[in-house]
């Protein structure tokens, strides 16, 4: 079955202060209840005193869970956000790595600074509501996706978003739930302009695929950047979760152009400090 979500939007009453929507209807689809999702690593381990590194290891923990359940991040609908004193020096860190996982369809939202939470060590907490797929939890069904038929992305519906970008590159989404009503996939062009250094990232726990469409870079990839390879035209490369890497463009005067494809309905981007490749 089709979902209808809709967007209530109320012009009437106070402005929003962020992306969020005041109301959504749904129509369709199942409802999928997910408990308060913590920042903690698959060891149990959590960063002690850091409420950014928790909050980006509590929104990738929650994709995680909406996927099992068989749904994308756009499927959630609600959110109800909790968060500790340190919230306030680093709201801005806070925003942005949401902004990643919900770039656009925004769920309705709920945020609260607590005096407390059942570990001292906790300093972010998310819980959700998605209304995901018919089709049992974990299927992928992905029959929404694909019962309309081909979906041509043109060009000019690439979407540019500054919050997913990284120093040096310059990233197209394409093929996405938000252009194409994509569920498990997101397709980007990529360009890196002459001369250029991209900044180190790493994509989280999704796996990506590149082909290389122009110029020459060199890609570097470990915890420091300590290895190091060139590619041009024609090369396809493998991009395994959490590895962290960075391009450089070979070139003064072209740029360094390729497609990637990654399983994930977000471009699932996360910038890193590292020193500068080699």
């Given at each position: 079955m089709t979902i209808?979500?809709r967007?209530i939007?109320v012009?009437?009453?106070?402005p ?8 959504i209807?749904?129509r369709?689809?199942r ?5 308060g999702i913590i920042?903690a690593?698959?060891?149990g ?11 980006e290891?509590?929104?990738?923990n929650?994709e995680?869970?909406?996927r ?5 991040m756009?499927d ?7 968060v500790?004193?340190e919230y ?7 925003r ?17 600074r ?5 570990n ?8 959700a509501?998605?209304?995901?797929p ?8 992905e029959?929404?996706a694909t ?7 043109a060009?000019?519906d690439?979407?540019i978003?500054a919050a997913e970008?990284?120093r040096?590159m ?5 093929v ?8 498990q ?5 990529v360009t890196?302009?002459p001369g250029m250094?991209?900044?180190?990232h790493h994509h989280?726990d999704?796996e990506s695929?590149i082909?290389?469409?122009s110029?020459?870079a060199?890609?570097t ?9 060139d590619?041009?035209?024609?090369d ?6 959490r590895v962290i890497?960075?391009e ?5 005067t072209?740029?360094f152009?390729?497609v990637?494809a990654r399983?994930s309905g977000t471009?699932?981007t996360?910038?890193?400090?590292v020193?500068?490749?080699?």
């Open positions: 209808d979500r967007t939007e012009p009437s009453i106070y929003m202060t962020w992306q969020y929507s005041p109301a209807s749904v369709g689809g409802t999928l209840y997910i408990s920042g690593r698959p060891d381990s959590i960063p002690v005193g850091d409420i950014a590194a928790q909050a290891l509590a929104f990738a929650l995680q869970v909406v099992a359940g068989g749904g994308v756009r959630i609908v609600k959110v109800n956000v909790y500790g004193e306030v020096a680093r709201a801005a860190e806070l942005t790595i949401r902004q990643r996982y919900f770039p656009s369809d925004f769920p309705t939202s709920t945020l609260v607590v005096a407390g939470f059942a001292p060590d906790y300093l972010f907490e998310i819980e509501i998605a209304v995901v018919d089709g049992p939890a974990g299927s992928g069904d029959s929404d019962t309309a038929g081909l979906v041509i992305v060009p000019s690439r979407i978003n970008q990284t040096g310059i990233r197209e989404s394409g996405t739930p938000e252009t194409a009503g994509a569920r996939l997101w397709t980007g062009y890196t302009p250094v991209s900044g180190a989280g999704a695929s082909f290389v469409i110029g020459q060199r890609f990839w470990g915890d420091r950047l300590e290895h190091g390879r590619t041009g035209p024609g396809f490369i493998y991009v395994p979760p890497h960075a450089r463009n070979l070139s003064d072209e740029p152009v390729f990637v399983n471009m699932t996360v910038n890193v400090e020193g500068d490749p080699a």
